[in-house]
């Protein structure tokens, strides 16, 4: 990073789910959820159900194009569409690699519609690396798996030589289960969250932390100081301004110590760079001269204004010059409209 100065490389969000770019203004359930559980059963799950390829496309544009617009060019995304398994993860790499963002695929591989389910993901995850698409094997997460599955899901990634993606004691419904898989990761692996995952637990791989997520489901504070591998930030769906979730991830920790400084998340965020090393060459000039932790914990409004990636102008004074961004946003919408009609 070159510090004080108004250019940076090209963030990185280390998780993210670009489906739920459509999920804004989605009709509320009948009974509200009170738990975390009950927000994947009756929100994210009846979502994920309804999605078709021309949905996922035009959310992964919007996910994309407002990622750009936050000066984030690289995205690790996570996704899961039941009933549109097949070549779903080329959809993503596609309009991403349209508005001209980088992305690494992952299918989150579950046992939640039955075994056929949880061997369509992993075909599909295989059918995507075997093609030379960017990504890793991906898992939903522990609980929702059964032993044969995980076991192939491993058997896969370290065939390919990649990670895996995976969610890992977000709630208390996968502590055991996910504290057990995480003892399985290797250096590669991404184990997202770990809210739950005990302390002092001797863990492989990066901790992804997501801490406007974890508030939002109220799943608890995951502590990621607790950790002795490395840490890097994610949005869990919730757009990719990497900036915003740096400012959230330092509030949280001062919540905790409020000697902390903000060295500690902007290390978070530089981790990214590790997981998507391409992201160091993107430049980035941003709306404010002093890009340095101290600056930005407090300042809020700070802009992407111009992106170069390869050489090539992505972002010109804050809108994407592939796409048109009104037109991306109300392709979207039509595609929320559609997505809603379908929820049962
Ligand atoms: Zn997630």
């Known amino acids: 990073m070159s510090e004080f100065s108004g250019v940076t490389p090209g963030l990185v969000c280390s ?162 289960a996910g504290a057990a898989l995480a003892r399985k990761a290797q250096s590669n692996w991404l184990l997202v969250h770990g809210v739950y995952l005990p302390d002092g637990i001797d863990l492989e791989g990066t901790l992804v932390h997501n801490p406007r997520s974890n508030m939002n489901n109220a799943v608890g504070y995951a502590e990621p100081t607790r950790f002795k591998i490395p840490v890097a930030l994610g949005t869990d769906g919730i757009g990719a301004d990497m900036l915003d979730e740096f400012r959230l991830a330092f509030v949280k920790l001062r919540e905790l110590d409020v000697t902390a400084g903000p060295e500690t998340p902007w290390k978070w965020l530089e981790a990214g760079w590790d997981l998507m090393p391409e992201a160091r060459d993107d430049v980035v000039s941003w709306n404010y001269p002093t890009m340095e932790p101290w600056h930005l914990a407090y300042t809020t409004g700070v802009r992407a204004g111009d992106i170069v990636i390869d050489g090539e102008p992505v972002l010109r004074d804050g809108l994407p010059t592939r796409v048109d961004v009104d037109e991306v946003r109300a392709k979207a919408l039509e595609q929320a409209k559609r997505l809603f009609a379908k929820l049962d």
């Open 15 to 176: 998780h993210h789910h670009l489906y739920s770019a459509l999920a804004r203004g989605m009709p509320a359930p009948a009974e509200t959820p009170e738990r975390f559980l009950q927000i994947l059963e009756r929100v994210w799950w009846r979502l994920d159900a309804a999605l078709d390829l021309e949905m996922i496309e035009w959310s992964a544009k919007l996910g994309a194009v407002e990622a750009l617009m936050s000066g984030c060019t690289a995205i690790i995304d996570h996704h899961e569409s039941p009933n549109a398994i097949d070549g779903s993860l080329s959809v993503i790499a596609d309009a991403c690699s349209e508005v001209g963002v980088r992305v690494s695929c992952a299918y989150g591989v579950t046992d939640r519609h039955g075994p056929a389910g949880a061997t369509a993901g992993l075909a599909e995850n295989e059918r995507f690396l075997r093609d030379g698409g960017r990504g890793m094997v991906g898992l939903h997460a522990a609980f929702t798996c059964s032993e044969s599955t995980i076991e192939e899901a491993i058997g896969l990634a370290e065939d390919l030589e990649v990670g895996i993606h995976v969610h890992v004691a977000e709630g208390v419904v996968d502590s055991g």
